[in-house]
């Protein structure tokens, strides 16, 4: 890739994503599946990362073993609580996502619109309302950690990946 816009935002959104993989990771199997609700946090953040990563969003679908259950206005939660592994799983799905999409609509991402019910969004500012929901719920679970365990993880400068 030879765009310095594009390359620039892949490095934060992917430490963006880094930083939820860290917290995801560094999260003590007896604080996953709580009353915190731990699992559920990293799981709605990946959700609508993955959502919000589709061009066509009217013809979204989640990967397996996930559901349409994040759309559901009553706010239930999905039927089980999903493992580490499912969710880091999801999380380097939703990486790929991302690197095709800056990839693959490099002249689209200023033109292009993302419409659903509620937004009418180019995909460029789709990508940093995105990022920012990541950033968001991954400061939640860092919070959680801090306060549950003494310890989170550190601040992730620019992403590890290559695009």
């Known amino acids: 890739m030879n765009n310095p816009l594009h390359e620039s935002l892949w490095k934060q959104f992917g430490a963006s994503m880094d930083m939820l993989e860290n917290a995801i990771t560094l999260c003590p199997d007896e ?3 709580t009353e915190k609700n731990f699992w559920y946090i990293a799981y709605h953040s ?4 993955d ?7 009217a013809g979204f679908t989640p990967p397996a073993p996930f559901t349409l259950s994040e759309f559901d ?7 089980r609580t999903y493992s580490r ?5 999801y999380l380097h799905a939703s990486r790929e996502k991302c ?3 800056l990839t693959s609509y490099q002249d689209e991402l200023l033109t292009q619109r993302w419409i659903n019910e509620y937004k009418n969004f180019s995909l460029f500012e ?4 995105n990022m920012r929901r990541v950033q968001h719920h991954t400061a939640q679970l860092i919070t959680l950690l801090r306060k549950e365990t003494g310890h ?6 620019q992403t590890r990946h290559n695009i």
């Open 152 to 157: 989170a993880p550190g601040w992730v400068s």
């Open 51 to 57: 959502y919000y990563l589709s061009v066509e969003p």
């Open 126 to 129: 789709m990508m940093l309302y």
């Open 85 to 89: 592994e499912e969710l880091l799983n």
């Open 99 to 101: 690197r095709q999409l």
């Open 73 to 79: 206005p009553s706010g239930a939660l999905p039927d």
């Open 31 to 33: 604080h996953w599946n």
């Open 46 to 49: 990946l959700f609508w990362l």
